[in-house]
Structure formats: C-alpha cells, structure tokens
C-alpha cells in the first residue's frame, strides 16, 4: 500500500514537501519514485531512489527537487523549490522490487492514489 501527503497549494517561486507512506512490502530492496501528471500530459517521472539511496532526477526539476529516503520508515519525501507554473500536477507516489530504479512508469506496479500540486502565478 501507498499513501501519498502534503500536496497543496503555493505561489510561483515557492517550496512544498511531498511525503510518501509504503506498507506491506516483504521485499526491503525495492524502487520508490515520485511521477506526476500535468493537465493535458501523459505521466512522467520526477524521482526515483533505491534501497541504497541512489536517486534519479528529471531533467526538468534537477537542482530543484530532492528526494529523500528513511528505510527504517519506509517512508519517501520529495522536497520541492523553486516551483513554477509548469509544475502544477497530480503527484504520484509508486514502488516496485524488480531490481531496476529507473524513472520508468512500466516499471512500478504499487501506486497511490495522487496528490494535487497546484503552483500559481
């Protein structure tokens, strides 16, 4: 189960902190990433991170968004600055243990439901 937090609302230039919550997985080596869904876009990666701490960045948010990991928790945060309008989507948190962490939708098979980022001008 995946539950995503902290979506909202911020001004252009702002910060927001998205929090992702994972239960019941057996596997303690697995993927989890943050992906979102622009109005009139097909979704796309944001994040990734491995067990180990290795991350993945999309080109259009590298310097500005940083994922962290707490593996005791079992929890994912992405910390987001410097938002613009074009950030403005449904945040998505996944996870999957087939070994690779790439910025892959296909790959993820346990998604939350979304949280709304909206970023105004």
């Known amino acids: 189960h995946v539950e995503e937090s902290g979506g909202g609302s911020v001004q252009a230039g702002g910060s927001l902190t998205l929090s992702c919550a994972i239960s019941g997985w057996p596997n303690i080596r697995y993927c989890m990433g943050w992906f979102r869904q622009r109005p009139d876009k097909s979704r796309e990666g944001v994040a990734t991170?491995?067990?180990?701490?290795?991350?993945t960045y999309a080109d259009s948010v590298k310097g500005r968004f940083t994922a962290s990991r707490d593996k005791a928790a079992n929890t994912l945060d992405l910390q987001m600055h410097s938002l613009s309008v074009e950030d403005t989507a449904i945040y998505y948190c996944?996870?999957?243990?087939?070994?690779?962490?790439?910025?892959?939708?296909?790959?993820?098979?346990?998604w939350g439901r979304g949280t709304q980022v909206t970023v105004a001008s």
């Open positions: 991170i491995d067990t180990d701490g290795g991350s």
């Open positions: 996944a996870a999957h243990d087939k070994g690779v962490c790439q910025l892959r939708a296909d790959l993820f098979n346990d």
